[in-house]
């Protein structure tokens, strides 16, 4: 039991460092560390290199959390797909996918916000509550036009219709609630910088002239 534990979430962990964003930035002969906020998420690569490249990057990060919950539980152990979120492994599994993606060993631990790959983790575990939580983003980036905004909203709502939603939250799904608990406090921390923006009055809005001016000279 305990080798599955650590073949499932180092797995987990190494997969979710993968530093897709850097990966193809690089190829452009971009090091995106060195752009925009310098993050390697999908959000500055849209900026510097374009809106298609930064859905691409999203989708990439936000599969490394889906297969981490999804498939590598049942690789490493005896449990059978399909996977839930009652199982302590599962719920490692995710956790380490965006611990690796915000501190992958790649990068020397400085990664991206894991967003993405916490999207992709939940979307499995608790469909309903990220279809609410995206409308909620979707909704603050129209009012405010502030990514990290959404993002951070995003993650607090998850954490409200995950208890709200969920039959027994403190019982049997106490894994999934905890999960959601963590990821929402790594997410607000890692955008301390952005929240120091906003108050500023300095964040980078959507379309904004700065975010144009930006992605022309990368």
Request: glycine letters at 12%; one cysteine or more.
């Amino acid at each position: 039991m305990l080798q599955s534990y650590f073949l499932g979430m180092t797995i987990s962990y190494l997969i979710g460092g993968i530093p897709f964003g850097y990966i193809i930035a690089l190829a452009k002969g971009i090091d995106i560390r060195k752009h925009g906020s310098g993050n390697i998420g999908a959000s500055n690569v849209g900026r510097t290199l374009g809106r298609k490249y930064g859905i691409i990057i999203f989708v990439l990060d936000l599969l490394k959390g889906f297969i981490s919950v999804l498939l590598i539980p049942v690789f490493v152990s005896t449990l059978h797909f399909p996977t839930t979120s009652e199982d302590l492994l599962v719920i490692l599994c995710g956790l380490c996918a965006i611990f690796g993606h915000v501190f992958p060993v790649y990068l020397g631990f400085k990664g991206g916000k894991g967003v993405a790959t916490s999207f992709g983790v939940f979307i499995w575990l608790a469909p309903v509550s990220v279809a609410i939580a995206l409308v909620i983003w979707i909704v603050t980036v129209i009012v405010f036009r502030y990514v990290s905004l959404g993002s951070m909203i995003g993650s607090l709502f998850i954490v409200g219709c995950i208890i709200v939603l969920e039959s027994d939250p403190f019982g049997n799904g106490l894994y999934l609630t905890s999960l959601s608990v963590v990821v929402a406090i790594v997410i607000i921390m890692r955008h301390s910088t952005n929240i120091q923006r906003i108050v500023s009055g300095t964040e980078i809005k959507i379309g904004s002239h700065k975010q144009e001016k930006q992605r022309a000279e990368p």
